[in-house]
């Protein structure tokens, strides 16, 4: 549904830190998949784990609030001239370490919106198995001048 161009439209980041390449589908206030293609050329892999490259823990969460992040900025317009801001993570859980070659798919289900907080279940898979899953938190504050 959207590429990468249209992915850089909404989120605000950029090389090296844009994380997600592409959104398959997308419910809006309900949910969200999208994809990110992991290749030996991220810049993380020659210091992580160098002779035996996986991807840091922290950036599969931080792909998955991304991925979140497009789905509440699609659902809700209130929030489009506005920063997210994630205030909570929690249940992580890494169940598999991910590997150049592999391709991360997120799922990303919209729970519920109180009080400014939207509440999102994540989950990040490979070739249909889970290798990471949370629940993430964010509100969206007016950007700073």
């Not at 992991?38 to 035996?52: A, C, K, L």
């Not at 317009?77 to 920063?83: L, S, Y």
């Not at 592999?102 to 279940?121: H, M, P, S, T, Y």
Request: charged share 25%.
């Amino acid at each position: 549904m959207l590429d990468i161009n249209q992915i850089m439209k909404i989120l605000p980041h950029r090389h090296p830190f844009l994380l997600v390449d592409r959104v398959l589908e997308l419910e809006l206030n309900r949910r969200i998949v999208a994809i990110k293609n992991v290749t030996i050329n991220e810049p993380f892999f020659p210091g992580h784990f160098p002779g035996h490259p996986v991807m840091p823990g922290v950036l599969i969460v931080e792909a998955m609030a991304q991925t979140a992040g497009i789905l509440a900025y699609q659902s809700d317009e209130t929030v489009r001239d506005k920063v997210t801001y994630f205030v909570g993570i929690d249940n992580a859980r890494f169940r598999r370490p991910v590997m150049p070659g592999d391709q991360l798919r997120f799922e990303i289900e919209a729970v519920g919106c109180k009080r400014g907080i939207w509440v999102f279940n994540a989950k990040a898979t490979v070739d249909g198995k889970l290798v990471t899953e949370a629940e993430l938190k964010a509100t969206f504050a007016d950007k700073q001048a």
